[in-house]
Nanobody
């Protein structure tokens, strides 16, 4: 009943920017935290960023801090990831995630009930 759909991925040169969007449908649990993860070829999935229900609290991986910004528009059930100063090492499939009834509100525990299908981000040098 909960569906997350990412969009906005693509190919960009190093130093460029992309804005990812993740729209939720069905029973969205709109007041719960949302997050972004990524998985590069040959590597494990890693945490990128998270945001609480109001947007007032955010958390970023050290590797993206200062370059990426997570935000949300609860009226649209949508979370965004603005990615600036992109580097080749940012190349990965980016996944949107949403907490539902199963997990607490912590932004740092990495636990989410719902996941999107992923969108490819490729950064060329």
């Amino acid at each position: 009943q909960v569906q997350l759909v990412e969009s906005g991925g693509g190919l960009v040169q190093a130093g460029g920017s992309l804005r990812l969007s993740c729209a939720a449908s069905g029973r969205t649990f709109s007041s719960r935290p949302r997050g972004w993860f990524r998985q590069a070829p040959g590597k494990e999935r890693e945490f990128v960023a998270a945001i609480n229900w109001s947007g007032g609290d955010t958390l970023y991986a050290d590797s993206v801090k200062g370059r990426f910004t997570i935000s949300r528009d609860n009226s649209k059930n949508t979370v965004y990831l603005q990615m600036n100063y992109l580097k080749p090492e940012d190349t990965a499939v980016y996944y949107c995630a949403a907490k539902g009834p199963s997990y607490g509100s912590s932004l740092s525990d990495g636990t989410y009930d719902y996941w999107g299908q992923g969108t490819q981000v490729t950064v060329s040098s």
